[in-house]
Each structure stands twice: as structure tokens, then as C-alpha cells.
T-cell receptor, first 113, second 111 residues
Framework: KNQVEQSPQSLIILEGKNCTLQ??????????LRWYKQDTGRGPVSLTI?????NTKSNGRYTATLDADTKQSSLHITASQLSDSASYIC????????????FGTGTSLTVIP | NAGVTQTPKFRILKIGQSMTLQCTQD?????MYWYRQDPGMGLKLIYY???????DKGEVPNGYNVSRSTTEDFPLRLELAAPSQTSVYFC??????????FGSGTQLSVL
């Protein structure tokens, strides 16, 4: 069964600190994996995409990793800011026709001053 | 570009009422989707469309209907509202199942 699991479910960190969010998936065949950021009351917005051949990709203070062998991805946030408070959703796309996206339940991150 | 626009943002329905959630996109995307997001749960696909005139069921289609007469519009119809349909609804679009662009959501309560 195609599934995406994220951990932790929620996380509270102090402003300026780093954190790492985890995503494990069983989706097959794998096409790509995206991390989305969802601010409260808004729709998710894509942060980064990881394809099979990519191990690490950075987008500002966000760094995503992918281990296609173990089917794990992580999102590392450096020097957190209050504006990083949001839900972070891991979405895995599968090859093929029809519904191709599998969503994790998200990690709720709260950055406190 | 406005991206994906959803209306209304909030709505309260009585049990048995019907309504249409509107969604329009101006990016000429061929794929459009409707998701619902319940508290603590991942987004669940209700219906999707790969182009005008083509729609297909997602994971949780019961109680909903859609149509896709144009590339831009993808309305979601609730015929007989039930409390189980209380949720936040998101419309999204993409070009050939690439990056998803989401609307800002519709918070629906059925009482």
C-alpha cells in the first residue's frame, strides 16, 4: 500500500534553532517527492522537489535530503524564524496515470521567541 | 496572475442543503483537483480532472460531484450536506501532474 508517514507530528523550537523533519514513504513506482509549507488558513506552497537522482537540495534556509534506497526524506530548517511556524507536508508522486500524489499528515512546527 | 482562486472562504450549511464551491485557475493548467483536509489528517483527494470534459473519482468522492467544462473552472458540488462533510476544502491545479498550486481554501461547516 502506498503510504507517506511524517514525524514528528508536532514540534516546538526556539527562534534561531535548527530542526529536522522526517518523511518515510512506501510509494512505488517513485517519481519525485516535494515538501510543501502550509501556513495557517492558507493552501500549501511547494518548497522543494527531490527526484530519484538527487540526494540534497537547498532553498535558502531549507535543505531537503532524499535516500531513495531507504525511502526516506528529511527537511532541515536552519536558524529558524517565527515565520517558519507552519505545517510541513511531504508529498510523494508516483509514476502512472490517474491520482498520482500521496500526502503525509504533516508536521506542525511552532517557532517561539 | 491570480493563480488558483476559490470561493467562498467560509460557509455554514444546514444538513440537507446544497452548495457549489467555485475554483478557477489562470495558469492554463490541464490538471485540477479537489481535496479535503480534516484536522490532524492528510489531504484526501475527492475528485480530479486531467482536462476539460474529463473527471475522475479520488479517494473520498461520495456526496460530491464535479464538472469541468472549461480549462479554467472546476466547481465542486455538494448535493445533500451532511455533518461528515465539515472540513476545509482545497482546490489545486498542476501542469501534467507536476507541482501543485493550491487555492486558499474553503472552510465549510455543516450543522
Amino acid at each position: 500500500k502506498n503510504q507517506v508517514e511524517q514525524s514528528p507530528q508536532s514540534l516546538i523550537i526556539l527562534e534561531g534553532k535548527n530542526c529536522t523533519l522526517q518523511c518515510n514513504y512506501t510509494v512505488s513506482p517513485f517519481s519525485n517527492l516535494r515538501w510543501y509549507k502550509q501556513d495557517t488558513g492558507r493552501g500549501p506552497v511547494s518548497l522543494t522537489i527531490m527526484t530519484f537522482s538527487e540526494n540534497t537540495k537547498s532553498n535558502g534556509r531549507y535543505t531537503a535530503t532524499l535516500d531513495a534506497d531507504t525511502k526516506q526524506s528529511s527537511l532541515h530548517i536552519t536558524a529558524s524564524q517565527l515565520s517558519d511556524s507552519a505545517s510541513y507536508i511531504c508529498v510523494v508522486r508516483s509514476e502512472g496515470t490517474g491520482n498520482q500524489f500521496y500526502f503525509g499528515t504533516g508536521t506542525s512546527l511552532t517557532v517561539i521567541p | 496572475n491570480a493563480g488558483v482562486t476559490q470561493t467562498p472562504k467560509f460557509r455554514i450549511l444546514k444538513i440537507g442543503q446544497s452548495m457549489t464551491l467555485q475554483c478557477t485557475q489562470d495558469m492554463n493548467h490541464n490538471y485540477m483537483y479537489w481535496y479535503r483536509q480534516d484536522p490532524g489528517m492528510g489531504l484526501k483527494l475527492i475528485y480530479y480532472s486531467v482536462g476539460a470534459g474529463i473527471t475522475d473519482k479520488g479517494e473520498v468522492p461520495n456526496g460530491y460531484n464535479v464538472s469541468r467544462s472549461t480549462t479554467e473552472d472546476f466547481p465542486l458540488r455538494l448535493e445533500l450536506a451532511a455533518p461528515s462533510q465539515t472540513s476545509v476544502y482545497f482546490c489545486a491545479s498542476s501542469y501534467s501532474a507536476g507541482k501543485l498550486f493550491f487555492g486558499s481554501g474553503t472552510q465549510l461547516s455543516v450543522l
